[in-house]
């Protein structure tokens, strides 16, 4: 104990001494650079244990295996026996939750276990390797862990190299513009402002350090958790080898055991978090637009939808409401009166959303410069100036977000948005961005939350400390009421604090691929609540691309059609006619299908579910699948496979095994194949699985438009037993916290002669509607009586051969008899 405070002082005196180096080294840039040397683990040759954590040294560097669960197992280096002291705004607590674990040792090796996993340490070399409780092993290193002393700045480069198998695959690590399948790539993290980004171009906007190795069928996950500026090889350099390795920071990662992908996902979401509830509306469809200015033009889009029957929730401004982009103040000329404004929209059902950028005017006669100068809260450089930098509003100084201090003021800030009934906030240019220079110079300071550093290690957080800042100061002045955020730049876990597009994309085909990538990328990264700009942020669509586009995103957990200021009007309705009324249909369908996303981002917010699933985190067995990109699934019921290229009639679509029904056709398909699908203009392919219960709202131009008075429950003949889920509450506030709402589950099973349907309900919270309207799909008999609850309910059936009825909420058990 004595000796670990006496590190921890010698520590905070280096980091001192690393401060002041590298001021000197800035201010004299010829001054002794010394050359860098590699240095590998020796071989160990004690093992201790406190608790939960193992220590293993080879005289000098140290390595601490810490059991976190049974499945997780975090790694770090000491190059000189001293750990930083534990701090991660990734993973906020680490708490530990392993009961039974053991540390063995013999002639070979010493072996840290649980009852899922062991970790080898192994006694002739340092190397670090990870089984499963047979004893296969799943990842083990190829070089001893290493690192190098970079007198530079003070610090080392910290580097990880483990085997890479012949058929191994790769996936994760956020929204990589590349093949969904990371095998051969070599991929950096450095938050990057990528306006029109390119097909593998890296980095781009965020940082997810984490990825998904499937290997023999067995998966798991490596979360290295280092915000400098990061690298993976996978199999790049040498397809024996995968590497991770950083500018700096600690050598610190998790090994998390599958052996599904989907168990290392929810795993890696225990350690970083989930999304929290969104505000129902925010499910709902947005429109945005570089920008849309004055008062009139807003009011002229808005009444565009209510007269064209589009529904639409959300509606942006852009930088355009400010006064000389000055962030919290608005631009009189164009918004005399924004109160009066937004509230009118409200009362049409329209929420508006408000961009917010990092910079901030220099400028002593602008309050929010006046203050954050008086207060110090701006970004200094290392020799004490402030950092400035240009953007839109000219000369700019820039926040601290890594402050606590900093991130309460400018939560603050937002008070008089909420007051004018702004309903959510958009955090752009948060990389940060800063024109010419690109981002902040590497010496800028930051308070890291008392673990002082510079711009390199702050670099890849300071977006999502940003929007950390903005969804903590708005849901204090929000009240009870979920507030909406979306950034740009990210880190993992900014999924506690936001949703997330994927930034300045172009209006083509191979940018429609990309993002049907990207979203499923970010789904298996943590970052459930993400979108592409519908339409392509820059260039013009035609009407087809953009349709597609619509309906691609009709399935995305967040879905908004956004578009620079130089290109044509990009509304669902600005290229006539098929294409309208195509938009029309699928936004009405997100409407109809909000209650099933809802119930999903239930799934992913208590449960740590990916809302999105790739077909390979289905069936993770077929080698085959690990090279599929196209298809995925919405939630676990529903297979989508949008259409990606122009002039496509009919595609090829792979349906993982069981059954299926088109969802347009209500024709019943076998699974464990491909199938071809027409895809006119029309559709795209969609099946559900049988068994499922999809529950469905009427349409409505925006969320809260009218009192739902039944819910429609699209129930899928089935002959095997399949459970489905419905989550109910408020939609708009944090009573779900206080268990404040209703979990039903549904089970299907049918037979020959009988389909059962029981529901089951859990919670507190009464929805007001009182019945059911049932809608039995692919029934393959003639129902001749229907007992609900034991009572006969008439009955009817439609042209598609669908038994339609009506009964209470609260029913039991429905059965439909031949
Ligand atoms: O330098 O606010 O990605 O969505 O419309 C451009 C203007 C700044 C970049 C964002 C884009 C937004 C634009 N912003």
């Known amino acids: 104990m004595e000796e670990n405070i006496v590190n921890q002082e010698l520590l905070a005196n280096r980091l001192i001494e690393e401060e002041e180096e590298e001021f000197h080294h800035l201010n004299n840039p010829a001054d002794g650079i010394k050359p860098i040397i590699k240095k590998y683990l020796g071989v160990p040759n004690r093992a201790d244990q406190l608790e939960n954590k193992f220590y293993f040294t080879d005289g000098d560097a140290k390595v601490e295996v810490t059991v976190v669960t049974d499945e997780i197992i975090r790694v770090r280096l000491a190059p000189h026996g001293v750990f930083l002291e534990e701090f991660s705004y990734a993973v906020p607590k680490l708490e530990q939750k392993a009961i039974v674990f053991a540390l063995h040792e013999d002639e070979s090796e010493f072996r840290v276990s649980t009852n899922v996993v062991n970790c080898h340490i ?27 002393e970079n007198v530079k700045f003070g610090g080392y480069y910290v580097y990880c190299t483990k085997t890479c198998h012949k058929e191994e695959s790769f996936f994760g690590l956020g929204d990589k513009p590349t093949e969904l399948n990371l095998r051969g790539k070599r991929l950096k993290n450095w938050n990057t402002d990528a306006y029109s980004f390119a097909w593998n171009q890296d980095p781009l906007y965020r940082s997810i350090p984490f990825y998904i190795s499937l290997n023999e069928g067995i998966a798991h996950g490596i979360f290295f958790d280092n915000t400098f500026k990061a690298h993976f090889d996978f199999g790049a350099e040498d397809t024996t080898k995968t590497s991770f390795w950083a500018d700096g920071g600690e050598l610190q990662y998790y090994y998390i055991h599958g052996p599904h992908m989907m168990d290392v996902v929810k795993s890696y979401h225990l350690l970083t978090g989930t999304h929290p509830m969104p505000p129902l509306w925010a499910l709902g469809y947005h ?70 950028d990092p910079g901030i005017r220099v400028d002593d006669n602008y309050a ?41 003021w400018w939560g603050g800030l937002f008070d008089e948005l909420v007051q004018l009934g702004v309903a959510g906030v958009w955090n752009d240019m948060n990389e940060p961005a800063v024109f010419g220079a690109g981002t902040f110079p590497d010496d800028v300071r930051h308070q890291y939350d008392g673990f002082r550093g510079s711009h390199r290690k702050a670099h890849n957080v300071y977006g999502m400390q940003m929007v950390r800042a903005t969804y903590e100061g708005l849901r204090k002045l929000m009240k009870n009421k979920r507030p909406f955020t979306i950034t740009r730049a990210g880190y993992s876990g900014v999924q506690r604090y936001s949703s997330v597009w994927t930034g300045d994309n172009v209006a083509s085909w191979e940018h429609l691929k990309l993002g049907n990538i990207q979203m499923q990328r970010l789904s298996t990264s943590g970052i459930s609540f993400c979108g592409t700009d519908i339409g392509g942020f820059s260039g013009e669509p035609d009407g087809e691309l953009f349709t597609r586009w619509i309906q691609m995103g009709t399935f995305s957990p967040f879905m908004r059609a956004h578009s620079a200021g130089d290109t044509k009007e990009r509304e669902p309705w600005s290229f006539g006619a098929p294409f309208t009324n195509i938009n029309r249909k699928f936004i009405e369908l997100r409407y109809r299908m909000l209650p099933y996303l809802y119930s999903t981002f239930w799934e992913h917010h208590r449960y740590g579910f990916p809302i999105l699933r790739s077909v390979v985190m289905q069936e993770q067995d077929e080698i085959s699948n690990h090279f599929r990109q196209d298809e995925f699934t919405y939630g676990d019921k529903i297979l989508i496979c949008p259409v990606l290229e122009p002039g496509q009639q009919s595609r090829k679509v792979y349906l993982p095994k069981g059954k299926w029904f088109n969802f347009w056709t209500y024709e019943m398909v076998d699974g464990g194949q491909e199938v071809t699908v027409p895809t ?13 219960v999809i529950p469905e709202y009427p349409v409505m131009q925006y969320v809260g438009e009218k009192e739902i008075e039944e819910v429609k429950l699209n129930i899928y003949y089935s002959n095997y037993e399949v459970n489905s889920f419905l989550f109910e509450d408020y939609g708009e506030t944090f009573a779900y916290e206080q268990d404040i709402y209703l979990e039903k589950k549904f089970v299907v099973s049918g037979k020959s002669t009988v389909l059962t349907v029981q529901q089951t309900m859990e919670g507190l919270y009464t929805p007001r509607y009182e019945s059911y309207h049932f809608n039995i799909i692919g029934l393959p008999f003639a129902p001749t009586k229907i007992l ?8 009817s059936i439609d042209e598609n051969k669908c038994v339609e009825f009506k009964f209470t909420k609260n029913f039991k058990q429905i059965e439909i008899v031949k």
């Not at 939808?305 to 400010?322: A, H, S, T, V």
């Not at 609900?788 to 009955?795: E, R, S």
């Open 680 to 692: 006119p203009l029309e559709t795209i392919p969609v099946f559900v699985k049988a068994g499922s």
């Open 368 to 408: 929010v410069f006046k203050e954050g100068k008086e207060k110090k809260y701006f970004c200094r450089r290392c020799d004490d100036y402030f950092m400035e930098g240009h953007v839109w509003p000219g000369r700019c100084q820039f926040p601290d977000y890594t402050n606590p201090e900093v991130r309460e």
């Open 122 to 148: 192994r006694k002739d070399d340092f190397f670090i390797s990870f089984s499963d409780s047979q004893n296969h092993i799943t990842s083990t290193d190829a070089v001893p862990m290493h690192w190098e």
């Open 287 to 356: 429109q945005c637009r570089w920008s849309y200015y004055p008062e009139a033009k807003v009011r002229k889009i808005a009444n565009g939808f209510r007269e064209n029957k589009i529904p639409c929730d959300g509606i942006y401004l852009d930088i355009d409401y400010m006064d000389g982009y000055r962030c919290f103040t608005w631009n009189r000329k164009y918004f005399p009166d924004p109160k009066k404004m937004i509230k009118e929209l409200a009362a049409d059902g329209f929420k508006t959303v408000v961009i917010i």
């Open 788 to 795: 609900a609850d034991g009572k006969d309910v008439p009955y």
